[in-house]
Each structure stands twice: as structure tokens, then as C-alpha cells.
């Protein structure tokens, strides 16, 4: 396969701009959930979070129309969706329960829509849309994202941005994690505590975690070209951007999904990075990914864990 030229990437300034957390800000002190039973998670995210709905911000001003007509996909806490609106888009939400958040939602005046994104036919006309948020979801998705993004792609008219972030599997973090027998999640927790999610805060944790790489064949496959990825959280200067714990993906809307036509064998999938073709990075690898198999072995055998799994019966 002929090289390509690889797809532009930054890293994350390291504090968004002060407009953007003093709005967020103002918008955060409006957003509690109707429950005493969210209100421990909600302050916990809105807190844990500023500076990253200030960043989602900062770029939705630098990479979308100003007053375009956006769908903002997860709208609980409705934090962002007030911020943007507040920011001069013509914003919607479409949230699994927006009901958790209803006089937020009514304090904020912005219009957050009941449909679970996974299953449900998205309530809107082909080509309602002029750009879209998909900030912090992708990971959740547990029953089809298929469907998920071919709605996705329905409702944005042809060229329509999309900006995706969501946790790269391929991060330092990630790899010390599984390198050292943890969970195989860059930043997520046990599968217990994902799924318990679901029953504790009405929807659901982290299902998995994506490499760059990954994201990007998958909305290849579905009609969205990668203009650039941007890799988030904080890292050294002295390692790659590549090993910063996020990314966000400024996507296109470049062609129509037709699910009859798509067949990732066919070449749909994203092209190897210039210079190097798929069997020049496997054989590359081998003798690391060799290696870190036996670090691993030898790490979970000195604690007592390696080769030791409880039989069921």
C-alpha cells in the first residue's frame, strides 16, 4: 500500500483560556441534578472536569461556525450544552435521561432531547445539523456504535464537523497499565464499578478504551475523514504527544453511510502512517511486544499473581 501523508496532531495547551472557565464556571453553579442521590457524582464531575469542558469549549469556538446549528451527544451534566449556548450556538442535547438534570435544563433555557443513542432512532430530519460534539461518550457505547454514528452522520449536513474525544488506549498510562496487570482501560476502573454505573447514575461507565488508530478506521468506515487529532491531558515534553492520556479527533462529514457498501476489507479502513507499511510496523514491533510480555509475567509472578486463577465449578 502506497504511503500517505500522516494526519496533523497537536498537544493540548496546558490551561484552556480564562473566558471559557469563567463561563464554565457561571454555567457550573446553574447545573444540580433533581436527585439527592446524584448530587455526590455531579459535583464530583462538574469539579473533576472544569478545565476539560473549558477546553471542549475552546475548540468548538475555534473549530465551528459561530451560531451553527450543533448537537451536542451526552448532555448530563448539561454543563457544556448551557456554556455553548450561552456562547452564541444554536445548540440541542440528546441525553439517555435528561430528566436527571430538568431544572437545570429549564434554568438554563436550552432544549436537551430523551433518546438512548444506541438503539432509538435520533428524533431529527436528515441533515439538521451543521457540526457536533461527542465529547467523553464513544467509550460508553456497549450495544451497537454502528448505529450510534450512522445517526451521527443522518442528522450533520455533508462537510459538518465533529469533534470526538474520548480516552487513548495507547497512552502512557495505558500501557503501564496493562504492562503491570491492571485494568486494561487507560483511565477507567474494574468492569464491576463501569457497569455498577448503570444503576447508580442511570447510564453506563466505560465499556472500552481506543487507540488513535482505532477511531480513526472506524469513522473512515462510516464517512468521517480525521483533519487532526489533538492529544489532551497532561505529559511530559520529553515524550511523544502520542502518550498523553486523551485525544480529541476534528472529524468531517465527507460521505453518506451506506451500510450495504461498507466492507472494512474492501480498503475502507484508515491507510498505515507514511513511510511505513503494515508488515514493516508488525515486524517492528514483535521483538517489544515479545518483551513487555515477558516483563508482565515476570513482574505478576514476583507479586504472587501470575498463573494463579480460581477454577469455578
Given at each position: 500500500m502506497a504511503p500517505v501523508n500522516p494526519i496533523p496532531s497537536r498537544a493540548e495547551t496546558e490551561h484552556p483560556s480564562f473566558a471559557s472557565l469563567e463561563l464554565i464556571d457561571e454555567v457550573s453553579r446553574t447545573v444540580e441534578p433533581d436527585s439527592p442521590a446524584l448530587e455526590s457524582w455531579s459535583s464530583s464531575y462538574v469539579s473533576d472536569f472544569r478545565e476539560r469542558f473549558a477546553f471542549d469549549l475552546d475548540y468548538a469556538r475555534e473549530l465551528l461556525a459561530p451560531a451553527a446549528r450543533i448537537i451536542e451527544v451526552g448532555s448530563s451534566p448539561p454543563v457544556l450544552t448551557g456554556a455553548l449556548a450561552r456562547a452564541g450556538y444554536d445548540v440541542t442535547g440528546i441525553d439517555l435521561d435528561p430528566t436527571r438534570f430538568a431544572r437545570a435544563v429549564a434554568d438554563l433555557a436550552v432544549r436537551v432531547v430523551k433518546v438512548d443513542i444506541e438503539c432509538e432512532r435520533w428524533p431529527f430530519e436528515d441533515q439538521s445539523f451543521e457540526g457536533a460534539l461527542f465529547f467523553e461518550v464513544?467509550?460508553?457505547?456497549?450495544?451497537?456504535?454502528?448505529?450510534?454514528?450512522?445517526?451521527?452522520?443522518r442528522v450533520l449536513t455533508p462537510g459538518a464537523r465533529v469533534l470526538l474525544s474520548t480516552?487513548?488506549?495507547?497512552?502512557?498510562?495505558?500501557?503501564?497499565?496493562?504492562?503491570?496487570?491492571?485494568?486494561?482501560?487507560?483511565?477507567?476502573?474494574?468492569?464491576?464499578?463501569?457497569?455498577?454505573?448503570?444503576?447508580?447514575?442511570?447510564?453506563?461507565?466505560?465499556?472500552?478504551?481506543?487507540?488513535?488508530?482505532?477511531?480513526?478506521?472506524?469513522?473512515?468506515?462510516?464517512?468521517?475523514?480525521?483533519?487532526?487529532?489533538?492529544?489532551?491531558?497532561?505529559?511530559?515534553?520529553?515524550?511523544?504527544?502520542?502518550?498523553?492520556?486523551?485525544?480529541?479527533?476534528?472529524?468531517?462529514k465527507v460521505a453518506a453511510f451506506d451500510a450495504t457498501a461498507a466492507d472494512p476489507q474492501a480498503g475502507n479502513f484508515a491507510a498505515p502512517r507514511a513511510g511505513l507499511t503494515q508488515p514493516a510496523v508488525l515486524a517492528a514491533m514483535y521483538p517489544v511486544i515479545w518483551a513487555s510480555f515477558l516483563i508482565r509475567e515476570t513482574l505478576l509472578r514476583r507479586s504472587g499473581r501470575g498463573a494463579r486463577y480460581p477454577v469455578v465449578r
Open positions: 464513544f467509550e460508553h457505547l456497549r450495544i451497537n456504535p454502528i448505529f450510534t454514528v450512522a445517526e451521527l452522520n480516552p487513548n488506549a495507547h497512552s502512557l498510562i495505558g500501557h503501564l497499565r496493562y504492562l503491570l496487570g491492571r485494568e486494561t482501560m487507560s483511565v477507567g476502573g474494574s468492569i464491576f464499578y463501569e457497569f455498577q454505573k448503570l444503576s447508580r447514575i442511570g447510564h453506563m461507565g466505560h465499556v472500552r478504551e481506543y487507540g488513535v488508530s482505532d477511531i480513526i478506521a472506524f469513522f473512515a468506515t462510516l464517512g468521517f475523514e480525521t483533519e487532526e487529532v489533538i492529544y489532551r491531558g497532561h505529559g511530559s515534553k520529553f515524550l511523544p504527544r502520542s502518550y498523553r492520556p486523551f485525544a480529541t479527533y476534528v472529524l468531517r
